[in-house]
């Protein structure tokens, strides 16, 4: 458990990728030190809790919100957390006992669990080991092959040294620097041009605790449109996630008051929207005199968080609902992603609601390409410690994976322009209220290898892996 926890070290706020790699090692040669599937099963899952633990532990925040309410479930979910993800590396590492080459087994295995973990029971590609090279240029090659692609090839680097000592360790030396060659390459190559468009970017701060008090709510609101009001009104005025406590169903006057503050410019809000009995965790872009543009609804949605499975069981055996929505047991999903044409000036953009940044495939499974990406969030809910910080890097992954800027708003932080490279161009502090002006947005590269392929390369590198390891045993029987 303490080799996974110190593999750990790379995640952010940390971000020490010195660390975490040769941990990595430290851990993969722990794994190894069995004989039979069951005894390599535990110690997978042991490891694996350490990590996931330590990489995880933002998860007790939300419980903590209400603590009279919730508290108790903190270290339930802490550690069930833990243990349900360290499942997946019990069950690659008692994979490996069936070849010869265990290490490279072993790299292939994790690097398949680590594709499943993203994907299946709605997926949680959240602290992938390929994750700790996000403040190192070698974050560039996920334009390659993504993060799934660069955790496979982080885990087969760590298997090296475990298969020829120092020789393997020369080599995962050699291609480790190669990999910072290339993103500093990749950094230094001319930036696209810049679209010639105004933003502010707006950062309530407001605590999550109070959001819904109703005395609050009515700060809350006047103080992002103090915000948006200041200053020459900008192109675009983007508000966080259920930045809103109002319902514009019910109280339509509201819509006015907002572009009224920018002057009818733009203004895109986080607000949830109600039909009949369902709800929706929403973007909705407004101007004029509050007429509606364009509306976005959230649909992949935060289990437990924005929808409850077998929420109504739930709710009527145990009263337990979801932390985030407002209304009923859950929020229901949209259709899918969309791009909006916000017109030739600002041109077209992507959505993404908190939680979806954190998947690779949404901004790829487009009806077309944007021109830049948003995501509005709200980060009070995991604290101020790692789960905010480590959600800004991610949605900075997605950037470089599709070649395309992010502008991110977030309710307490991070705040920030980002671009095509994934460099953080412009951003507020984190945790203070106010607002950010942006004369440019980051231009477009072209579509990166990953944006046309996905996770294609990665599926290729795993095969390969798990080619080598089959081959040396074949040969090893000969």
Not at 103 to 114: D, F, I, K, R, S
Not at 246 to 261: K, M, N, W
Not at 358 to 367: D, H, N, Q, T
């Amino acid at each position: 458990m303490l080799a996974g926890a110190a593999a750990a070290l790379g995640q952010a706020p940390l971000s020490a990728w010195y660390l975490a790699f040769p941990a990595l090692v430290w851990a993969m040669a722990r794994m190894l030190r069995t004989g039979s599937a069951a005894s390599a099963f535990w110690v997978g899952l042991l490891v694996g809790a350490g990590y996931f633990a330590a990489s995880l532990n933002w998860i007790v925040s939300p419980f903590l919100i209400d603590p009279l309410v919730y508290g108790w479930m903190a270290p339930f979910a802490l550690v069930l957390m833990a243990l349900g993800f360290g499942l997946f590396w019990g069950a690659a590492n008692a994979l490996t006992c069936r070849f010869a080459l265990r290490p490279l087994a072993l790299a292939a295995g994790l690097g398949t669990v680590e594709l499943l973990r993203g994907n299946i029971l709605t997926g949680f590609p959240w602290a992938l080991t390929g994750h700790m090279w996000h403040a190192t240029p070698v974050m560039q090659t996920m334009a390659l092959w993504g993060a799934t692609g660069l955790t496979v090839v982080t885990l087969a680097l760590a298997a090296l040294p475990l298969i020829w000592r120092v020789w393997g360790a020369a080599a995962a030396a050699l291609v480790l620097a190669a990999g910072f060659g290339f993103g500093q390459w990749q950094l230094a190559q001319p930036d696209p041009a810049p679209r010639v468009a105004s933003l502010r970017l707006v950062q309530p701060n407001a605590e999550q605790h109070l959001k819904w008090n109703p005395d609050e709510a009515r700060i809350l609101f006047q103080r992002q449109l103090d915000l948006t009001r200041a200053g020459t009104p900008a192109d675009l005025t983007i508000w966080p996630e259920t930045a809103v406590p109002y319902l514009l169903e019910y109280s339509p006057e509201v819509a006015p008051i907002i572009t009224g503050a920018s002057g009818g410019q733009k203004v895109a809000i986080g607000i949830q929207r109600v039909e009949g009995d369902r709800g929706w965790n929403s973007l909705r872009v407004l101007e004029g005199d509050g007429a509606l543009v364009a509306t976005y609804d959230k649909f992949h949605l935060v289990p437990f968080g924005e929808y409850m499975p077998m929420g109504d069981l739930l709710q009527d055996w145990f009263g337990i609902g979801a932390f985030a929505a407002q209304v009923g047991n859950g929020y229901s999903a949209g259709t899918g992603p969309a791009v909006i044409d916000l017109g030739p000036e600002l041109g077209r953009m992507l959505p993404l609601i908190c939680y979806e940044a954190v998947f690779p495939y949404i901004p790829r499974r487009a009806p077309e390409r944007p021109d830049w990406m948003l995501q509005i969030t709200n980060d009070a809910w995991f604290g101020t410690l790692t789960g905010p910080f480590q959600h800004f890097q991610q949605a900075r992954m997605r950037a470089v994976e599709q070649g395309l800027a992010l502008i991110r708003v977030a309710n307490t932080g991070v705040t920030a322009v980002i671009d095509a490279r994934g460099r953080v161009v412009q951003a507020l502090p984190f945790g203070e209220a106010g607002a950010l002006d942006v004369a440019a947005i980051p231009g477009a590269l072209a579509a990166t290898p990953y944006a046309r392929w996905g996770e294609w390369p990665a599926i290729a590198a795993i095969l390969l892996l798990f080619a080598g390891a089959f081959w040396r045993r074949r040969r090893h029987l000969a």
